[in-house]
T-cell receptor, first 114, second 110 residues
């Protein structure tokens, strides 16, 4: 059982380049998330999707766009990368029920913008 | 702004001791509380969750929740060097999202 799979694992971009981080989950979860993690800042929510066809901004959405392609897949796009977007990106999913929720993470994508 | 606060550490304990990790949260609507462990260079993995006031035990781990004080803690008994990691506290407000604290770095000294 793969859980949450995200690609690529490592990427170096030049300032101004664009790229898309891909994420897929095989747990039939309704909700999916993109977080970034920076030293001393913890996990900060970029965007989330509570269900197929919906997306909402999180705490730090500027400079990013997302697409919930179907129930399994949730992609994150950087249209014009900036050095401030150098970070570790985690995709996650959860069922978002009244009880028994747990959020599961992918292995992370290390992005460096030079 | 919903906030989750933790001491950043590092918290150092000797092997075999009890490690106590603390977390406070600002939103009284928070309903579910989670502790994640994150090793360096890895993704967070769930250790425990707790929904009700009181204690919940799972092996060497005990989560404690006090909603009146907006406080949740994690105790690790018989700490091992393999427990050395960053521990993230997370809270969930139903219908909204998970909010994570900045994490506490734990170092268990052999």
């Amino acid at each position: 059982n793969a859980g949450v799979t995200q690609t690529p694992k490592f990427q170096v971009l030049k300032t101004g380049q664009s790229m898309t981080l891909q994420c897929a989950q095989d747990m039939n979860h309704n909700s999916m998330y993109w977080y970034r993690q920076d030293p001393g800042m913890g996990l900060r929510l970029i965007y989330y999707s509570a269900s197929e066809g919906t997306t909402d901004k999180g705490e730090v959405p500027n400079g990013y766009n997302v697409s919930r392609l179907n129930k399994r897949e949730f992609s994150l796009r950087l249209e014009s990368a900036a050095p401030s977007q150098t970070s570790v990106y985690f995709c996650a999913s959860s069922q978002m029920e009244r009880s028994g929720n747990t959020i599961y993470f992918g292995e992370g994508s290390w992005l460096t913008v030079v | 702004q919903k906030e989750v606060e933790q001491n950043s550490g590092p918290l150092s304990v000797p092997e075999g001791a009890i490690a106590s990790l603390n977390c406070t949260y600002s939103d009284r609507g928070s309903q579910s509380f989670f502790w994640y462990r994150q090793y360096s260079g890895k993704s967070p993995e769930l250790i425990m969750f707790i929904y009700s006031n009181g204690d919940k035990e799972d092996g060497r781990f005990t989560a404690q929740l006090n909603k009146a004080s907006q406080y949740v803690s994690l105790l690790i008994r018989d700490s091992q060097p393999s427990d050395s990691a960053t521990y993230l506290c997370a809270v969930e407000v139903y219908g909204q999202n998970f909010v994570f604290g900045p994490g506490t770095r734990l170092s268990v000294l052999p």
